[in-house]
């Protein structure tokens, strides 16, 4: 089912923020506009996806 919604938690590993995004399934990937955390960090991230 292209384009189902999505909601999407990150957490970071370095500082421990998180963040709860919504974005929307395509061809398997889940696209947020999620760049960095707030530290500067852009790799080392904890990603779990579940539907809306």
Sequence with gaps: ??????????RCRHCGERFILRGKQDRGKVETGFKQCL????????IQNEPV
Excluded at 1 to 10: D, E
Excluded at 39 to 46: R, V
């Design 39 to 46: 530290c500067g960090n852009t790799y080392d991230l904890d």
């Design 1 to 10: 089912m292209s384009g189902q919604r999505m909601k999407v938690t990150i």
